[in-house]
């Protein structure tokens, strides 16, 4: 008989899922259908702030070369740039030198009532200046803001020293608008016949051609001779004409009597 082999081994303690001791209860966990709770935060009546636009380089450009005081912005697919009236030269030096806008191309003003004049030129690049400068043909509009004194006249300085082109230019707008630029050494009268009185381009002027012809863009009854007998609103003065007293016929002040004439003369002025 084969010796039984549990006999040579060591005593081994016996693992049963029967014979083994039952060790201390672990409590049980209650369950709860409940998800747990994550602390609420609190609402603000603040909204989120929407993430800027990326800037645009060539505005920056712009900035960098006129200075902090320069408002530049982008409209109609054209760089302005506006300045301070005692920064006007300085910032179109900058516009020549940092930039490289070496031609000017044209200046002018506008009327713009209380607000005073609005001087502007637009100053282009010929070639294009490489990185932070102006490409070919790209430019700048730089503009200013003038005040008005009682008399309806501004001064400003002149571009001249840095366009010797802007002479033509700032000689149209003074005869136009009656700005004078200081420093520009032939400010007369450019476009106008000699003797001429007054600023055509100002928001005051009368334009007297309007009252010995009628407002050829008559649109409602009233507004122009063709409609003189239809009833309908009251007739409209065509713009540049102060008031009814340029329409009446003149009158000589009390107690003067007007000039007599001739006896080879009409009194309405032709030769008889």
């Known amino acids: 008989?084969?010796?039984?082999?549990?006999?040579?081994?060591p005593d081994e303690?016996?693992?049963?899922?029967?014979?083994a001791s039952p060790g201390p209860a672990e409590p049980e966990t209650p369950q709860t259908s409940e998800t747990p709770q994550t602390p609420e935060t609190p609402e603000t009546s603040e909204t989120p702030e929407t993430p800027l636009p990326p800037a645009d380089p060539e505005l920056a450009a712009v900035a960098a070369a006129l200075g902090p005081d320069a408002?530049?912005?982008?409209?109609?697919?054209?760089?302005?740039?506006t300045v301070p009236a005692e920064q006007w030269v300085a910032a179109l030096t900058a516009a020549r030198d940092g930039l490289g806008a070496d031609f000017l191309d044209w200046l002018t003003g506008v009327d713009e009532l209380d607000a005073?004049?609005?001087?502007?030129?637009f100053v282009a690049a010929t070639?294009?200046?490489?990185?932070?400068?102006?490409?070919?043909a790209?430019?700048?509009?730089?503009?200013?803001?003038?005040?008005?004194d009682a008399q309806q006249r501004a001064t400003l300085a002149?571009?001249?020293?840095?366009?010797?082109?802007?002479?033509?230019?700032?000689?149209?707008?003074?005869?136009?608008?009656?700005?004078?630029?200081?420093?520009?050494?032939?400010?007369?009268?450019?476009?106008?016949?000699?003797?001429?009185?007054?600023?055509?381009?100002?928001?005051?002027?009368?334009l007297a051609s309007?009252?010995?012809?009628?407002?050829?863009?008559?649109?409602?009854?009233?507004?122009?001779?063709?409609?003189?007998?239809?009833?309908g609103r009251r007739r409209m003065l065509p713009p540049g004409v102060p008031g009814e007293e340029w329409l009446k016929p003149y009158e000589p002040p009390a107690g003067e009597t007007p000039p007599s004439t001739g006896p080879d003369e009409d009194p309405s002025g032709a030769p008889t």
């Open 1 to 9: 008989m084969t010796a039984d082999s549990s006999a040579d081994r």
């Open 138 to 148: 790209q430019g700048v509009i730089v503009r200013t803001r003038v005040a008005k």
């Open 71 to 81: 408002e530049v912005v982008r409209q109609y697919d054209r760089i302005l740039a």
């Open 127 to 136: 070639a294009d200046r490489g990185p932070g400068r102006l490409g070919k």
């Open 210 to 231: 309007r009252v010995a012809k009628a407002w050829p863009g008559a649109k409602e009854p009233g507004e122009s001779e063709h409609h003189a007998a239809s009833p």
């Open 13 to 19: 303690p016996e693992v049963a899922a029967s014979t």
């Open 158 to 206: 002149s571009a001249t020293g840095v366009y010797r082109g802007a002479a033509w230019h700032e000689r149209e707008t003074f005869e136009m608008f009656g700005i004078e630029f200081t420093g520009h050494e032939g400010l007369k009268p450019l476009l106008l016949p000699d003797g001429f009185e007054g600023h055509p381009l100002r928001k005051d002027f009368v």
């Open 116 to 121: 005073g004049y609005l001087v502007a030129a």
